[in-house]
């Protein structure tokens, strides 16, 4: 399953899925010039198509992607010194390190690895 998120401004969509999270760009396609854009883009194991298809996703989505390197991920992006957000890291009662970022389009993503409490 790839979910599928609705963004509304190409430029802030590359800067934060690309340039903050690191995400690579798969893919990218429009019916035409003027036509809005649709873009996989995936870093590890997680996959995520960004639409500015109206239709497209639901704005203020929330998904959770499972894997491993949450720390590392989080030390990552400290050391961007991203001036739009600060994430940090919460252990959670059933077992999961969680590292929650929102997109600019307030779409919620949570990167999550298993750990034993």
Avoid at 15 to 30: K, M, Q, S
Avoid at 37 to 50: E, I, K, P, W, Y
Wanted: proline residues 5%.
């Amino acid at each position: 399953m790839v979910p599928v998120l609705r963004i509304f401004d190409e430029p802030k969509a590359r800067e934060f899925y690309v340039g903050y999270l690191g995400f690579d760009i798969d893919f990218e396609h429009r019916f035409d010039a003027n036509a809005p854009l649709f873009m996989q883009v995936s870093r590890g194991g997680a996959t995520l198509r960004l639409s500015e298809h109206h239709g497209d996703g639901t704005p203020g989505s929330f998904v959770t992607l499972i894997g491993a390197g949450v720390e590392a991920l989080h030390q990552e992006l400290r050391d961007k010194r991203y001036k739009y957000l600060n994430p940090g890291l919460e252990t959670t009662e059933w077992g999961t390190l969680d590292l929650c970022v929102t997109d600019p389009f307030n779409n919620r993503l949570t990167f999550s690895e298993r750990i034993k409490l």
